[in-house]
């Protein structure tokens, strides 16, 4: 019986002065390079991944404990 996975990524939100200078170099490099990517505070947020990796679908209620229980 297989089971579902899903993608996770573990990830820091750093304050909002330091998402604002992220997101105006993000900006600059966008226009110069013509990006398509660019950061902003709604869908493509500045954030600092802390682990990536796949889990079951039925650990995903111990995963959030965890970390709640790790970022106080």
Same mark, same amino acid.
């Given at each position: 019986?297989?089971? &579902?996975?899903?993608?996770?990524? #573990?990830?820091? #939100?750093p304050p909002l002065e330091i998402r604002n200078?992220? #997101?105006?170099?993000?900006? &600059?490099?966008?226009?110069k390079f013509l990006s398509e990517f660019v950061l902003n505070n709604e869908d493509k947020i500045?954030?600092?991944?802390?682990?990536?990796? &796949?889990f079951p679908l039925r650990n995903i209620g111990?995963?959030?404990?965890?970390v709640r229980e790790v970022s106080g």
């Open positions: 019986m297989e089971e &579902g996975l899903t993608s996770l990524n #573990i990830a820091v #939100i200078k992220a #997101i105006e170099f993000s900006e &600059g490099v966008s226009l500045p954030h600092i991944s802390l682990y990536q990796a &796949g111990k995963i959030e404990d965890a």
